[in-house]
């Protein structure tokens, strides 16, 4: 049984460790590459998270503002009602007071 393929010579040995360098490397960059992606992906779904938060609070507020201004329309408006009675009344006692000295 011959052993002398099991051993390699310096040039051949450096060849065989200088490609494994290199597919470290590249697998080393690849790494690196993702790492960056993943972190642009996290910071780029942070600012979206925070601006939904925003968004958010904003819908809110403007819900309370119309809100508030529904009610302000609501109490306009029952308001004007009443307004329109005491005038129909007051039109209506001026009429009786006109006919009354006619």
Do not use: G, W
Request: aromatic fraction near 4%; proline fraction near 1%; glycine fraction near 0%.
């Amino acid at each position: 049984m011959c052993l002398s393929h099991y051993f390699f010579s310096r040039p051949e040995l450096a060849a065989a460790l200088e490609k494994r360098e290199e597919k470290l490397r590249k697998k080393d960059r690849l790494l690196e590459e993702e790492q960056s992606r993943r972190e642009r992906t996290e910071s780029e779904l942070d600012a979206a998270r925070k601006e939904i938060a925003s968004l958010q609070a904003l819908t809110k507020r403007q819900e309370q503002a119309l809100a508030k201004k529904e009610k302000q329309l609501t109490d306009q408006t029952q308001e004007m009602a009443q307004l329109r009675k005491i005038h129909d009344q007051i039109f209506s006692l001026s009429k009786s007071v006109n006919v009354q000295q006619k």
